[in-house]
């Protein structure tokens, strides 16, 4: 390794400072009280139903199609617009689905399971004997709404309803949708929770060493970059220690209580490619939130100025949270593609997506796009870090330089081979 002045290079001191820090908060009493953190964040998720009402009521959209003769599936169309008015909200929304010719059949089952999107019901048959093939659910509540719309299809003035029979399918393109959607919100949701939590650790930690002037020594004593690297990849590193625990044990319990993945719907890019991208997209988000909460907690010295400063970092990202969770209701918008550009809402927004869309090529895109931003973040931060902490320095005196010959000495010994 290069060295300038005596000093260790920047990612050697960097390296140091972390491993300095992971092993002091990794071996502290304070750490069992980090663990038991998640219990608030899992109140506030309890509470949190409200939060993406609009992305519900996207995934509850629901259409049946028509697969009929044409004139058929026109009076059938024609039909669910008088009936309207006198079913309300509840009657789904009827498309065209394929005019057939006399005497055509049509596997309504089969296309029914091997479609993806807002398709939940088709509708076969004729007039006067209508077939309404869906799931379970969906039977239950949609077989007297067709039974009226076929019968005014038949005779607006009709009194008697004609017999739907049924076809009962496993799942549908509507109800797939549906179950990803929901997973797109709780990946979201969980994503959020877990940077807002464990980001804002670097604060007090900070905090507390510029007020015994410990990192006015280690500004005099190695790179004031390398602190900043050290101290953000150490509390990522405590992070991702602090996941696998509370991931081992809620799949401990969830594994005990007969709940497994095969119970929700399978995201569009399979469970394990899932996983692996959520934890890619936390380093990412965690980094990103990570470097501007290290930037704002140079600005401070007491906890009251911290409190003050991060309160609009903190509002800002709970605006970018809502703006990820609104993208979800505009895949291929305006919307959607905004928050997959914009660097804080990007993790939150290719989470979801990776939940509702199979394609692997738009993360390997944004992950190096949100590289890029971490980068230049974790620059500017420390730009400013430096700035801030060396200015505060300087009041420190002789003192504070002094120390540091101590301080940079057992640097560079935990350096050698031999530490």
Known sequence: MSMKEGRL????????????????????????????????????????????????????????????????????????????????????????????????????????????????????????????????????????????????????????????????VETSGASENSGRLRTAQGGQLLLFLLIMLLASMVLSNLVEEKGNKIIEILAAAIPMDAVFLGKLFAMLGISVVGIAVWGSTGFAILTAGGVSLSDYANPGVGWPMFFLLFAAYFGMGYLLLGSIFLAVGSLATTVREVQTLSMPATMFQILVFFFASLAVTDRGGWIEYTAMAFPLSSPFAMVARAAVDDAIWPHLVALAWQALCVGIFVKAGASLFRKRVMKSGARGGRKSRSLAKLIGGMFRNSSSPAA
């Open 9 to 168: 290079s920047i990612w050697r001191a960097a390296y140091v400072i972390a491993r300095r820090d992971f092993t002091a908060i990794l071996f502290s009493r304070a750490f069992i009280f980090f663990l038991l953190g998640p219990l608030f964040p899992v109140f506030v998720m309890a509470l949190a139903g409200g939060v993406g009402a609009q992305v519900q009521s996207e995934a509850t959209a629901a259409d049946v199609g028509i697969a009929m003769e044409t004139q058929d599936v026109d009076a059938m169309l024609a039909a669910r617009d008088e009936v309207r008015h006198l079913i309300g909200p509840a009657l789904p929304r009827m498309v065209e689905l394929e005019r057939l010719e006399p005497g055509e059949q049509f596997d309504a089952a089969e296309y029914l399971e091997s479609r993806e999107g807002s398709l939940a019901a088709i509708v076969t048959g004729t007039l006067e004997a209508p077939q309404l093939t869906a799931t379970e659910g969906r039977l239950q509540r949609w077989q007297g709404m067709v039974s009226m719309v076929a019968a005014h299809a038949s005779n607006p003035g009709a009194q008697s309803y004609p017999p739907v029979s049924t076809v009962t």
